[in-house]
């Protein structure tokens, strides 16, 4: 009961938030047409300095793992083009094709897993948890990037789709926040205080603008992709990948970080990165909202599971 209650503490918030944007359109303090346009301010502000500031705060020298760091990427990128290959040979439309990528690979460590971690080990040790998000989130940025603009449906050089990656504001955020860290750099502190609560407008305003764009009937126009997108990002991930890393020895604290990220729904902001981008919002939107739902059931059974096997 204890681990089901970290799961739905962890996943509530994101509910909320998004209900906040539903009931905002339905009284019509938002309509539905300007969320486009509210997601690209988000996009082109308040993400990249979410992504800077994530970078930039991170003692990279304290706690961490070399071998729980270097398993964790290379998962990462496994999990990645094998979902890439799967959806090039399952997802007919292009634009749903980034998107389900996105959906399989991409977990919510941020908003769900971090939490529900910290639940988990009572902040024993968290250091470790949060430096691997340092790590991994940026990772996931640039991956989303280039499986998003490789759909996008424009034609291009292999040169224009590589500054179409560069020039991403998420990948233009975390590249300064690598800068800062590696020059050991510091803003003044009135300016550190503004990027560090502008970055954490992020989170809450993509919730709410999905929550805006969200209808209940949409799922009926790509109840497939959905469908499998759920079960690989909610099932089949997190039960190759968490039976890997009790094979190769992770315990405790690092089993629990990796649980965090394997275990976790479809990260909130690859809603707004498909609206720009050029992908299927409705069906990025959906991955969200019913993997937030379902991960609550099916992180709780992963870690009453992994509990039982002592793996932490």
């Not at 981008?277 to 991960?295: E, F, K, R, S, Y």
Request: aromatic residues 10%.
């Amino acid at each position: 009961m204890n681990a089901f209650t970290l799961c739905l503490s962890a996943v509530a918030p994101l509910f909320l938030m998004i209900a906040v944007g539903y009931g905002a359109k339905r009284v019509r303090l938002i309509r539905e047409e300007s969320v486009p346009e509210m997601n690209a301010v988000a996009f082109r502000i308040f993400m990249p300095l979410l992504c800077f500031y994530n970078v930039y705060s991170a003692g990279l020298a304290e706690a961490i793992r070399p071998r729980l760091t270097v398993f964790a990427v290379a998962a990462v990128l496994v999990i990645f083009v094998l979902s890439w290959l799967f959806a090039a040979w399952t997802v007919p439309r292009r634009d749903r094709r980034g998107v389900v990528v996105q959906g399989l690979y991409r977990s919510n460590y941020l908003i769900i897993g971090l939490p529900f971690a910290s639940g988990l080990m009572g902040g024993e040790e968290m250091a470790v948890v949060s430096v691997l998000g340092a790590i991994i989130i940026p990772l996931y940025n640039l991956l989303a990037v280039i499986v998003l603009q490789a759909h996008s449906g424009k034609r291009g050089s292999f040169v224009r789709l590589l500054l179409g990656i560069l020039m991403n504001p998420l990948i233009l955020g975390s590249l300064t926040g690598i800068v800062f860290l590696l020059l050991k750099l510091r803003l003044p502190a009135p300016v550190e205080r503004a990027v560090r609560d502008l970055s954490r407008v992020a989170s809450p305003l993509l919730l709410v603008l999905l929550g805006a764009f969200f209808r209940f009937s949409s799922f009926r126009a790509h109840w497939k992709e959905l469908l499998v997108t759920c079960v690989g990002r909610l099932i089949v991930i997190p039960g190759l990948a968490l039976a890997v890393s009790a094979l190769l020895g992770f315990r405790g604290v690092e089993f629990v970080a990796l649980l965090a990220m394997f275990g976790a729904s479809t990260a909130a902001n690859s809603f707004t990165m498909a609206q720009q981008m050029g992908g299927d919002a409705a069906l990025a939107g959906n991955i969200v909202v019913w993997t937030g739902a379902l991960c609550t059931f099916t992180l709780f059974g992963w870690s009453l599971l992994f509990k039982t096997l002592g793996m932490f």
